[in-house]
Nanobody
């Protein structure tokens, strides 16, 4: 599956932004989706993901209560709603897809990655 993330940009602290990730595969609903991010000079880190069953979501502590993941299988798209953005949220955000019953938190669990979209939070 090919993934295309979009929606990044430059925003001020406290602003909101919604990222989208469109998938090319019509079997999109069979993929477990997640979002990761990578700040300059840092390793890629987990942000949020659905559970394998899709019935639960997992959030990094740093974004809990501010970010929300959702998906629209009819549009083959997963979203990341980001509210109350902070400068430390500045990063390239990547959507990722997996089908294996592996940990939702690990980069290595995901087989497919989008190219990323840059989010910059600065006043």
């Amino acid at each position: 599956v090919q993934l295309q993330a979009s929606g990044g940009g430059l925003v001020q602290p406290g602003d909101s932004l919604r990222l989208s990730c469109a998938a090319s595969d019509r079997t999109f609903s069979s993929y477990v989706m997640g979002w990761f991010r990578q700040a300059p000079g840092k390793e890629r880190e987990f942000v949020v993901a659905f559970s394998l069953s899709g019935g639960s979501t997992y959030y990094a502590d740093s974004v809990k209560g501010r970010f929300t993941i959702s998906r629209d299988n009819a549009k083959n798209t997963v979203y990341l709603q980001m509210n109350s953005l902070k400068p430390e949220d500045t990063a390239v955000y990547y959507c990722a897809a997996r089908q294996r019953p592996s940990s939702a938190f690990l980069v290595s669990s995901y087989d497919y990655w989008g190219h990323g979209t840059l989010v910059t939070v600065s006043s």
